[in-house]
């Protein structure tokens, strides 16, 4: 039976200066004890060739998904007389927590609780997922990331490059190590910080309510983000990597060039609160008198649209393996509605956030009613309803809503992501029907090119989409989406006039993050208006997210193809439902969509 061991460090007396020999770090020979009273050495035991520390910490998403492949490559390489540690260096996790994360993953090599950060400081490692390989002569052979499957912003089938295994291998083969160095991808590990200014910036007077406002949303409990941000102590032990997320824009998950466009559910820092995020944690992360703290936030349990009047699940449970990608998965609820119903707001909840990516749910009309049938093209031409991470749901204003008809089956899209533990996922959708005359109806379209053709290692390949309305309209949202070669995305409105508009621009695309833009008041589109969607990709061998820069990119689903589509939500100008008899009346889509291709 597999056994795991929790170590207290206790160090050795003295740490002599580490020296040099044949350009390579010599360690001092480091001791310690388990919480069972056995001692280890760096220099100990006789056979073991090489060390291996590995460096984690609790809810980092880095480390849930490589945990799995330490412990596969502890079972291969330890009767090769390579042993691994996990490390757990960060200031404000405990032994406990720990415990649970080992169980978690199933890891059955020791585990090992770095108080003080001091074997994280004579390594010099800075990020979880930092591997440190040592050999019988305490040298330090290899430093850096495990390999390129995964990284901030991407997720690959398989890694490209092996750092790890190719360091042991050539060390247990007798020769050098090609590749000595790399940049970890991991979080920052989180070490004390020495108080400088306790009373400037505090938690309770300034970050407390910048987290409220911007955070805690999804860093809560049972939400999709991989730790609560709800208290002192859960902001304090990431203080460092929330300054790094923040400066790099990459948290809170919103995209759009505020030079363009005006959006209800912004959620991009001021500058001012960046600031202030950064003096507190430059200060030492203070928290300050909790007498200054906000009050605490009220959460809507189970559903943010309030109680739902129809809730409908998936029929079966999913099982998502701990590793690897999925394809979509396709699951169908009828509604067994016995009359159309106006939805006037749709949230769908994930079973599992931490293994959903995102969902898109269509309509399937009943077999009397297939004229009727909005063409979604399999999420082309649009969708009924969506969830991406960190979105809010859909709700529409009073008079307008989308129509679910009677006899209606509904077909769950499911996109997972695998996130190192094994999970089952059944995801539901909840329906509030409207209580009011319905004036207009919410349409969600897609403006596609499937006859993309990205060439090998092209750094910036552009193509287009358009789509004229024939009619005219008002525009509410934008949703952009392409996979992982994806760089940047614009939406530009061509008017009759001449004159043009920039509706929306992402320069910088995360496929971790597609986020729905909802305006902050519609936007009347004339009729006879073009609006072209420009897509930039990024198929070289500089992107790290690129699953292969040798291959040439076409449409299709998979995450390592690609896709050009521009979502977009309106309403016709003219329309009023409550003059309309039949359900199926005025229900055309503003034009067939064209496209064009830039080679």
Known sequence: MPRTVLFSIILGLTFAPYSEAAGERILPDLEWTDLEGKSHRLSEPAGSK?????????????????????????????????????????????????AGEVKKF???????????????????????????????????????????QYGIGYHREE????????????????????VVRTDPQGCIIARDLDLKDPSSVTYAKHISRILQRNCISCHRPGEVAPFSLLDYTSAKRRAEMLAEVINDRRMPPWHADESHGVFANKRALSRTEVELVNKWVENGAPEGDPKDLPDAPEFTEGWAIGTPDMILEMPVECRVPAEGLMDYQYFGVKTELPEDKWVKAIEVRPGN??????????????????GEQPDFKNGLNGFFASMVPGDAPAVYTDGCAKLLPKGATLIFQMHYTPNGTAAKDRSRIGLVFADGPVKKEVHTRGIANTKLRIPPHAPDHVEFAHEKFERDAYLLAMLPHMHLRGK??????????????????????????????????????????????????????????????????????????????????????????????EASSER????????????
Not at 588 to 599: D, N, T
Request: charge should be negative; charged fraction near 25%; hydrophobic fraction near 35%.
């Open 159 to 178: 890694a490209t490059e092996n750092f790890l295994t190719d360091a042991l291998d050539a060390l247990l083969a007798g020769d050098p190590v090609k």
């Open 488 to 581: 940047s995305f614009k939406y530009t409105a061509f008017y009759p006039d001449g004159s043009s508009e920039i509706l929306l621009s992402v320069p910088k695309w995360d496929f971790g993050w597609q986020n729905a833009y909802r305006l902050a008041e519609p936007k009347r589109i004339p009729k006879g208006t073009r609006i072209e969607c420009e897509a930039h990709w990024d198929n070289s061998a500089a992107n790290p997210a690129n699953p292969d820069p040798n291959a040439e990119v076409r449409f299709d689903e998979q995450t390592n193809d690609e896709m050009l589509i521009g979502y977009y939500d309106f309403y016709w100008a003219d329309e009023d439902r409550t003059r309309v008899s």
């Open 588 to 599: 055309s889509v503003p034009g067939e969509p064209e496209v064009a291709r830039v080679k």
């Open 50 to 98: 090489i060390t291996v520390f590995a460096f984690s910490g609790i809810g980092c998403p880095m480390v849930n998904l490589y945990a799995p492949k330490l412990e596969r490559l502890h079972q291969g390489y330890s009767p090769k007389g390579v042993r691994f540690f996990w490390i757990n260096s960060n200031a404000l996790d405990t032994r406990e927590e720990m």
């Open 353 to 370: 956030p931490s293994v959903v990516h995102h969902v898109l749910v269509f309509i399937l009309y009943p077999k009397d009613r297939k």
């Open 106 to 148: 199933g890891i059955s090599f020791p585990a090992v609780k770095d108080e003080g950060g001091r074997i994280a400081d004579i390594l010099g490692a800075e990020r979880t997922t930092d591997v440190f390989v040592v050999d019988s002569q305490r040298a330090l052979r290899y430093q850096g990331r495990i390999d390129t």
